[in-house]
C-alpha cells in the first residue's frame, strides 16, 4: 500500500511539473503577483485588467494602479501643492492666493517664462497678449490681456484659470509646472500696461479710431 503511494505521488509530482513548464512565457498561477508583474510604469504599456486596476475599492483582489503619484508626494525642486480644489466657490477666492514669486524675475527667468508663454499660450492670446494669436480666427472670446479686467485680475485668479482651464482654454497644469505657471503670470504682466488707466486711454483711442 506504502508502495503504491509513492509511486502515485511522484507520478503527480512530476506530471504537474511538466503541466507547469508546458509554457516558459506562461508564469501559471502566480504566488506572489508583484514578482511576475512589474509595477514600474513602462511608457506606453497596456495593463492586463484582469490583474491590474485603476479602482482603489478592487485593490486586495487585484493591483491597484493609477499611474498617479501617491496623495501628499511632490516632484522634487517643485513649489508646493496648489491647496485650491476645481469649483466654482474656489475660483471666486482664488486672488487670495499670492504668487509665490516675489518682485520681477531676472532677464533669463522672464526669458524662458516667455518663451513658455510663446509655445503654449501665444497661439491664441497672441505674441503681445492682445488675444490675436493664430488660433484667434477660430476660437471666440479670448481673453485680451492688455485690458484693464485682465490687468486688474489677481495672480491667484490667472493661476487658477492657467492650472482648471477656462471655458475655451484647456488646463495647462500638465504642461507647465507649478513654478512655470506662476513665472508666466510673471511675464503676462511685462505684456500689460502698466495701469488701468493707461489701458482705458489705449482701448479708448482705439475705438475712436
Ligand atoms: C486654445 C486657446 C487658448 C490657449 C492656448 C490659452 N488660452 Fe488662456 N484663455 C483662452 C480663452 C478663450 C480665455 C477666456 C476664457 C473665458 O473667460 O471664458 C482664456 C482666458 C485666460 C485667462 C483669464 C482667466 C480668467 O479667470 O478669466 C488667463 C490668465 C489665461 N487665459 C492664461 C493663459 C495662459 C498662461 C496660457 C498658456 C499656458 C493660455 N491662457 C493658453 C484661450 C486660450
Redesign the pocket.
Same mark, same amino acid.
Not at 477656462?166 to 482654454?169: A, C, H, I, T, V
Given at each position: 500500500m506504502k508502495k503504491i503511494t509513492i509511486i502515485a505521488t511522484l507520478i503527480l509530482t512530476t506530471a504537474v511539473v511538466i503541466i507547469g513548464c508546458k509554457d516558459k512565457r506562461d508564469p501559471g498561477k502566480i504566488y506572489m503577483p508583484d514578482m511576475a508583474y512589474s509595477r514600474g510604469y513602462e511608457t506606453y504599456a497596456q495593463r492586463d485588467s484582469s490583474i491590474f486596476t485603476a479602482d482603489p475599492n478592487d485593490a486586495g483582489h487585484k493591483i491597484f494602479y493609477n499611474n498617479l503619484a501617491p496623495a501628499g508626494t511632490m516632484k522634487r525642486g517643485e513649489l508646493f501643492p496648489y491647496p485650491l480644489a476645481f469649483d466654482s466657490n474656489n475660483y471666486k477666492i482664488s486672488g487670495q492666493i499670492q504668487n509665490p514669486i516675489v518682485g520681477d524675475l531676472p532677464g533669463k527667468e522672464l526669458e524662458e517664462a516667455g518663451r513658455l508663454?510663446n509655445i503654449?499660450?501665444g &497661439?491664441?492670446?497672441g505674441e503681445k497678449g492682445a488675444a490675436n494669436g493664430p488660433?484667434s480666427a477660430k476660437?471666440g472670446?479670448?481673453?485680451n490681456f492688455t485690458q484693464p479686467k485682465?490687468i486688474d485680475?489677481a495672480d491667484g485668479?490667472?493661476f487658477y484659470?492657467?492650472t482648471y482651464g477656462?471655458?475655451?482654454?484647456g488646463s495647462?497644469a500638465s504642461q507647465?509646472s507649478r513654478e512655470q505657471r506662476w513665472k508666466?503670470i510673471k511675464y &503676462?504682466r511685462t505684456l500689460q500696461p502698466k495701469t488701468i488707466a493707461t489701458a482705458s486711454a489705449a482701448a479708448d483711442s482705439t475705438t475712436a479710431k
Open positions: 508663454y503654449n499660450c &497661439i491664441c492670446h488660433l476660437i472670446a479670448i481673453a485682465y485680475m485668479t490667472m484659470s492657467i477656462l471655458n475655451n482654454m495647462y507647465l508666466v &503676462i
